[in-house]
């Protein structure tokens, strides 16, 4: 069976600087991988790559072996790979329900309806609810994105994920910002989305704890380039991964 | 339990002062326009009655583009005047007749269909600014197309003809004992009372289509693209071939609005469809009433329109009664009517930044 996600020898130049290098790697449904590297690793730049916001200077990526390079993020969207945001990217002036609504409705390919029956209408909005129950957002469904505090944000970015109904969850940092309270409503719905042995995952994630918890297999992006890729046990007793979590300088140019 | 905490925040949404104000406003416009010819009899007012109706399909539509996609075309006339000026041809070249308003209107509305389709997928795609600028051009080559085929389309003098004989003031809606025509409440039963009947419903039926597409899973699509189109695109939506659906819409609506001013003036010309002083009226109304509201569309034309007709009388009978009164007359002189208009602008966007309907909404909202 193929891969759910697979890159070949991907990589992105900004300049001269490849902020993605030459990375292939496989991702299979049952399977929640967590990427770790430090700050400006190219983590976040890699889940672009992967959901069309970006389009790759060499390198192909493959779904379920069809070759999806060239095509736009909301056909990847349609085709199942679903995306949150690290830095929180919402509707600010509809409201938390709306939000939600909307990734229900793509989902459902009811955008272009005008004239839609209200009886349909409704059963969007329950769906709609169901995800906000789930992250705890169902009292402030009616409160606009941009007045919610920075964690709800945060989980309304999640709401919008699991509203998108995807096959590939690429979750970037999600409980960064959120409060001791917050964190496990969210650590516990991708558990959830775990039990479900046909969804592929992949978490950003610095917390290491998190990342014990959680993880299937580790994969280690350092400077745009894949170090590691395997077994949580195996890859932190790497000493490269060490090397880089313990700060200390890997070919003397690592910054903060 | 969260279920009725929701509805009753959607209740507390609904009926809240600012929403019941604005409702309150249209539906009293509404009835005045629906009785308007019984109200204001005379020849003038029926004129400005008729304007406003169709000015609201007009500027509700630029309102879908503007104010709920953020989409900024300055081609609205254009399409417009696509619809007058195929409706006025084929009533100058066929005769006054209803086949000729279907085909004209027919013509008007496919070739606004066919440029803003191209003009939607060309340019869509690319930044807003330079999307502004094609409409702009655009708008200026149908101008000087329009003045340049003047075998057909008048000129600069533009066209003046028939409206079908439903709507001439010869013909008899309704007939008394004695074979006259009937006059109910003092107002003649004649074709002027059909043609502006036509004008309202159709007009209306335009509004409530639009009303509709506003509060379907499209409408909420085109305000995400216009909060976030990046995010719009990454959930799932296809945002160019959304925002060239809206922009076809809206010139439809635009070009429907046109048949209907085309078939009330009996004359379509530069000045009355394509000039870009009626760009800038659109704009404004859409402004000062409140952008992505649709309600806020029947205010704001309904207060510039009665601005730009009765300022001048209001400002008249301002000088004459304050004759007496040293600086004032001089103030309320008549032909200073604009500076007047312009301070009233002023003041409006002042003390409602998100518009008249914006304004209340949100106001009650908070
Ligand atoms: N659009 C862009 N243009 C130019 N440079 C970019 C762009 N996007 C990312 N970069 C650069 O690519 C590198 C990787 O950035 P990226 O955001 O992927 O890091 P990250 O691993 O997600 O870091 P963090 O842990 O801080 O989120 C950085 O040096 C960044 O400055
Ligand atoms: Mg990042």
Redesign the interface.
Known sequence: MHPSIETRNLTIRFGGHAAVANVSCAFRPGELTVIVGPNGAGKTTFFNLVSGQLRPSEGTILKAGRDITATSPSARAKSGIGRAFQLTNLFPKLSVLENTRLAVQARRGVGPRIFSRAAAWSDLGERAMEHLRATRLDKVALLPAAALPHGDQRKLEVALLLAMEPDIFMFDEPTAGMSVHEAPVILELIETIKQDKSKTILLVEHKMDVVRALADRIAVLHNGALVADGNPETVMAMPIVREIYLGTPVGGEEAA | M??T??TS??AA?RFNTGRIAVYAIVAAIGLALMFAPFLFPDVRSQQVAARICIFIALVASYDLLIGYTGIVSFAHTMFFGLGAYGTAIALKQMGPGWDAVFLGGSAGVAAAIILAIAIGLLSLRVKAIFFAMVTLAAASVMMVLASQLSDFTGGEDGLVYSAPKLFSPATKLMTGDDGKVLAVFDVRMNGKIAAYYFVFLSSLALFFAML??VA???G??L??IR??E??????????VA?RT?IFVIAAVIAALAGILWATWLKYTGPDTTLSFAIMIDILLMVVIGGMGTMHGAVIGVTVMSLAQFYLKDLMEAGAIATADIPVLPHLLEPDRWLLWLGVLFILLVYFFPAGIAGTLMKKAGE
């Open positions: 969260t279920d905490s929701a925040h959607r949404k509709r597409i379907s899973p499209l909420t699509v305000e995400a909060e976030n990046l995010r719009a695109e990454a959930i799932g939506y296809r945002v959304y659906a």
